[in-house]
Nanobody
């Protein structure tokens, strides 16, 4: 059974950068398309970015396009989300999950605990 653990969050000033990691265990990650999602208190869950199993197809939400970069290293069973030019509105719990390729449709309701990103001066 695929299990995903997110890490890399923290407190950063506006304009700063963070790199989140989504580490897989239980099954090889290279057959899964993976999406990054975020949820802030009182707000709906938002799909941030997703990447196909090979890394050849990538999708970004308009709210992060040009600032976030998703990538994966299947040899390390890890998907990354490099976040730059962070804004206070990026503050949320970020988590990763398997998705239908090319979409933000999760293939399972299971999710990890996520990692908190707080953008504040």
């Amino acid at each position: 059974q695929l299990q995903l653990v997110e890490s890399g969050g923290g407190l950063v000033q506006p304009g700063g950068s963070l790199r989140l990691s989504c580490a897989a265990s239980g099954r090889p990650l290279d057959t899964y398309a993976i999406g990054w999602f975020r949820q802030a208190p009182g707000k709906a869950r938002e799909g941030v970015s997703c990447i196909s199993s090979s890394g050849g197809s990538i999708l970004y939400a308009d709210s992060v396009k040009g600032r976030f970069t998703i990538s994966r290293d299947n040899a390390k069973n890890t998907v990354y989300l490099q976040m730059a030019s962070l804004k206070p509105e990026d503050t949320a719990v970020y988590y990763c999950a398997p998705v239908v390729p090319g979409t933000f449709i999760r293939t399972t309701q299971k999710r990890g605990q996520g990692t908190q990103v707080t953008v504040s001066s």
